[in-house]
């Protein structure tokens, strides 16, 4: 049977009917006042969600072009900034930093384990001369599924004074409450293709007064990336380059959705679907990634041990047109990750897991009593 | 009535239904085998588009994103380039230059009249030492419907021999023959809400040898724009980033639909649509604003006389539903564009026409006898 694909990767994400068909709508001119309207609820919207009453900007680009956006508005060459590590993400970070001349000095982890905040502390506390521009951190690495303690390393950034707190939320926002301007987040860029539950093809960078100061001095060329074009159109509503109609027109159907929902229940939606596929993953007797106390909302990774990860995520495909996502770099084959961040809901975490233990006994993994699974999360679901 | 918009801008342009049923589609994960496979006939068919043997690349921005990529990763901090102007956009890559440290040079003509090709010839020639590292054009002009002599100006270049020839082919790509290996382009920009019949959110560049070439030792800081990185990835018929998944399935529906129609009708078509477009304006004694000898087959821009511009744009849209294009900058108000690209039908030019002549009599304009406008389309429709 075909057409019954159920996305389990951390992005692109299920989309919700209503985004669907506002995807298929033919498109409108951009220069127009309905267009204008749109582009106008849609940015109040974002700001909800962002939890700021500060910027936040959309790019038609992907969510790392909006991290990218996001780091060299607010810098010069030859800046010093500290950049979290212990990914996929961070290291990309790490890259775009290099690639632009900055003075990068990478903390790093694990794979699979949380950046150290004390780490952070003990250079930002060294830095009398406060030469440390920025502070760049992966909320949650989707590589791994772990959740760094952003609240904690952003603490010592504020002790600081000077740095930028920048955040890839790429795959935090819309799942893990963020309160940008309650936290004082600088610069928080993310993408659409998840927690916002349209296709990817957007990126939002929310930006903070204290990191327009630091735009108005930074020197890193830009063009296309260049947020204060996007700040004045969006004062005006309206985009200083074509925007993706279409995906704007998804987008605005999808935060209206969020908005019915409300962000607490979002939160709470999320934490429950993460526990009930820890708690399922665990009643398998399949070793998990991370630790509970980093558990990313929106993905969970896991290590299986005497079946090989690859196989599991093939079979869960041909068995059940289930996609889940595998390991990155040297994770590849060693995890697979289910991704249960955007439109997701209980009834998909059930049948998640329902199927993977079908999927695990065919391959002859043993280490499990068949339904243990699927009622570890039921517990979850009914308990909360 | 509703919902019944006919789009006669130079972008978004209509679009058709397979792609807009393909828009709708639930999006499919970006690293499997079957989106693989969609890539793989995207980019062979974006090299038939461009008449290539060379790479095509595809990115997640607009026009001004592909032609920027098209732009930094050739060049270094202080080159000399030349930048045709005569226009917006023209004007636009003149802005990119600056941004980025390069040594630009104008070379300008007014708007809505062509550039000049003795003017580049002398440049090129004087600069015996080679210091002239790219020569960028806008093909054409779409904020004046001005086409502008890129095979001329680009015998210049090859004579200069050092020189890059860059492109924006924004609305020419998919309207008019444009042989980018049979003319040596180097790079060529252009973007999906254009000839390629889909909603805006993609952009393309093609990147010739000798481009490559001076990649290898172009210092311009990028990551999400290095076309390196795509390079690398299309060739394993993947993306560096995540990419706008259902923008893409629709972009492969309205490639093959390209393919069906054929290169040379889809040029004849569009050669058709200017001819009789521009021969209705002429039929209703309303002044163009190019030449005939310069314009181009995507958009017509017309300056009428003794009613406002805006007016009968807004009367268009009103009575109709029909959107034209306004003037830009300093001819906002002076003129209208009509758009004649992509999913354009010669029925769409006969209607486009047809309700011009009933909005103009409407506003008091009877510099015309009715019926003038539609009768000198349907001769060129009736003679092509």
């Known amino acids: 049977m075909n057409n019954k694909l159920m996305l389990m990767i951390p992005g692109p994400t299920p989309v919700p009917e209503a985004a669907l068909l506002a995807l298929a709508k033919h498109p409108i001119g951009h220069r127009t006042s309905e267009f204008s309207n749109i582009l106008a609820e849609v940015t109040e919207n974002l700001k909800w969600l962002h939890q700021t009453q500060s910027d936040v900007l959309m790019l038609n680009v992907s969510g790392t072009g ?8 607010f810098l010069s060459s030859g800046d010093r900034i500290l950049v979290g590590s212990n990914g996929k993400f961070g290291e990309r970070w ?48 989707t590589s791994t599924g772990v959740l760094n303690d952003l609240e904690t390393i952003n603490s010592h950034v504020k002790e600081h004074g000077e740095a930028l ?3 890839d939320a790429v795959t935090s926002l819309g799942a893990f409450n963020l309160p940008v301007d309650a936290w004082g987040l600088d610069v928080v860029a993310s993408g659409s293709q998840k927690g916002y539950m349209i296709p990817p093809g957007l990126g939002f960078v929310s930006v903070s007064p204290k990191a327009w100061e630091a735009y108005k001095t930074a020197k890193l060329p830009k063009y296309y990336l260049d ?3 996007y700040r004045k159109s969006t004062a005006k509503n309206t985009t200083p380059f074509t925007p993706p109609v279409n995906l704007i027109m998804a987008l605005h159907a999808t935060l209206r959705m969020m908005k019915e929902e409300g962000l607490e229940s979002i939160f709470a939606r999320h934490e429950r ?17 991370g630790a509970d106390s980093c558990a990313s909302p929106a993905i969970t990774a896991v290590a299986p041990q005497g079946v090989e990860a690859d196989k599991i995520r093939s ?9 889940l996502a595998g390991g990155q770099d040297h994770l590849s084959n060693k995890i697979f990750r289910i991704g249960h961040l955007g ?6 975490i059930l049948s998640c897991i329902a199927s993977l233990e079908v999927a695990l006994s065919e391959l002859g993994y043993e280490n499990f009593t068949p339904g243990a699974g699927v009622a570890a999360a039921a517990r979850v679901f009914s308990q909360s």
């Open 273 to 289: 679907l993460k526990n009930a596929t820890r708690a399922a993953i665990k009643g398998l007797n399949l070793p998990l990634l």
């Open 66 to 73: 909006a991290a990218e956006a996001g780091i060299i508005n």
């Open 227 to 229: 947020l204060g074009k």
């Open 343 to 348: 439109f997701v809901s209980d009834r998909d």
């Open 315 to 323: 079979l869960m495909k041909k068995r059940f047109d289930i996609a």
């Open 94 to 141: 790490v890259e775009v930093g290099q690639a632009y001349g900055l003075n990068v000095e990478a903390i790093t982890a694990e794979w699979g384990k949380p950046l150290d905040p004390a780490l952070f502390a003990e250079k930002l506390q060294a830095d009398t001369e406060k030469q440390i521009k920025a502070v760049i951190i992966t909320h949650s690495e």
């Open 165 to 167: 707190i920048i955040v």
